[in-house]
């Protein structure tokens, strides 16, 4: 059964074109004597793939029912990431391309919200921030502080951020996943 393009907002799944969506952006419009739209930005749960489209209520869209679970990251293998369901200690695994860029910010034994659709996994989500050491990064220079002065971090999982001239090498510092930026030490 279809849904109506006015009950479509940010946070909600959808399937469109047989294929499942969540919605990350949406504009509701209505033109004089003419039918209302929405311009939509869709995000590909499988993908990763970003799509601007306007939806109509002629449109075929279904909403899509996701369910979350907590996940705990075990380790990867090859271009296999391995995951457990922390109810059911099943084994659960995705490819690197729906992983994608995310891969940074995964480290042994993260908890993290799992999306299922069907009882099957489809994608995550990541904490809004992480606590994470920084193993490699210059020593910081005395004097430099007439400006907020940065210099160049390799934390633990291979991400590399700017982060203030006092941070130094074996620190733990807390990071927003969803900026990549430095929020202060842990």
Known sequence: ?????????????????????????????KLARGAAFARVKLRNF???QVLECTLRDSDN???????????????????IFHFMDLESYEDLVLDTDRIGDR???????????GMFYENKLVDFELPSTMELKVVETEPGAKGNTVK???????????????????VEQGEMIKVDTRTGQYLGRA
């Open 1 to 29: 059964m279809g849904i109506s393009i006015g009950s479509i907002k940010p946070g909600n799944s959808l399937i469109y074109n047989g294929e499942i969506w969540s919605v990350v952006d949406c504009e509701h419009a």
């Open 46 to 48: 499988k993908t990763g």
């Open 61 to 79: 869209i279904e909403s899509a029912f996701i369910e979350k679970r907590s996940l705990q990251y075990l380790y990867r293998n090859n271009n």
């Open 148 to 166: 907020m002065a940065t210099k160049l971090a390799k934390l633990e999982t291979g991400l590399s951020l700017q982060v203030p001239l006092f």
């Open 103 to 113: 891969q940074v910010w995964l480290k042994d034994n993260l908890e993290i919200t």
